[in-house]
């Protein structure tokens, strides 16, 4: 099914084919996380304040507010629990394991509940058709484990070259964080104008989520469990500027999709070469650039050297 052999920096294995229903499972959960912390949150530009990050165990909500202290909630994929902690000294667990969703929504609002939290959530997931309400969902009941735990650190491998990526980018920028919707790890660059209203149309989604998502003109990045056989980098922009589709010097194995209007890396392609890191960051790079130079960013005062302070990090 998956393997994660050879060197320790090896990226991991993980066909999608072969973990889709516990993909589909871990999805439901991460949109039960996330919104607990938009029912906490304040709104922060573009839905900021919804997203999970990855953590060194799993995907994290980070710091949530409630009440005169903070939250957080842990999706643990190396001991396979959720962990709900409080600034309080609270602390419980629900486990991750082959059951309905249904029964997990139950027990972590439950967990809530039981310190302290009173929490309402609508219990329809977003993006995905059908939507099943979590509290009636018997459906996806299925958590492999170890494919859970592969797919995290395909995860922490994506995380790192994006947030390296990042770094170079000195303009208005998303952290590195992770869409319950949409099941996708991303970081986005903004120009600093206004984009076009966006149309809308995601499957169970208002329309006006959209459009406070792509209410700047920007060039988006991330990975995604789909679009290849181990899943995909993708690279678009919105307004997608003409000429887009043609102007990237891409790195052997990534595409333009005319279906989904944005380039693709297969993560497979990467992961056999003999520099991922290095291959995935030519891909952002050269996707971002054609966004940039075709749609005229100033890129003169949007960009950095990341290593313009050397002194900050001694002994490299």
Known sequence: ???????????????????????????MWTQVVGKVRMAHAPLTNHWWQVT?????????????????GVLD?????????????TSAGERREVAL????????????MAALADVGVET?????????DPAIPFDQDD???????????????????????????????????????????ALDLACT???????????????????????????????????????????????????????FAQAADLPDGAFYSDQLRQYLLPYEAAADAADPDAVV??????????AADLAHWDRAELEDDPARWPQHRPGR
């Open 1 to 27: 099914m998956a393997s994660a052999s050879g060197a320790a920096s090896a990226w991991p294995r993980l066909r999608v084919d072969s973990w889709t229903e516990t993909r589909d499972t871990l999805h």
């Open 120 to 128: 309402r959530i609508d219990p329809r997931p977003n993006e995905v």
């Open 189 to 243: 660059r903004f120009s600093g104008r206004r984009a076009p209203e966006h149309p809308g149309g995601a499957p169970n989604c208002g329309d006006w989520v959209m459009v406070e998502g792509y209410s700047r003109e920007l060039s988006s990045c991330g990975f995604w469990p789909g679009g290849g056989e181990e899943g995909a980098f993708y690279s678009y922009a919105y307004p997608e500027p003409d000429g």
């Open 97 to 108: 394991s082959s059951r309905p969703v249904a029964d997990f929504y139950a027990e972590t």
């Open 281 to 290: 960051s030519r891909f952002l790079h050269a996707t971002y650039g054609a």
């Open 73 to 85: 909630l842990e999706l643990d994929l190396v001991d396979h629990r959720l962990a709900l902690r």
């Open 52 to 68: 999970l990050y990855v953590s060194p165990r799993g995907l994290t909500t980070g710091p949530v507010p409630h009440g005169s």
């Open 139 to 181: 459906v996806h009941t299925t958590y492999d484990p170890e494919a859970a735990h592969l797919f995290w650190q395909q995860l922490v491998r994506a995380d790192r070259v994006i947030g390296e990526f990042r770094s170079h980018f000195v303009g208005k920028v998303s952290p590195v964080h992770f869409f319950w919707g």
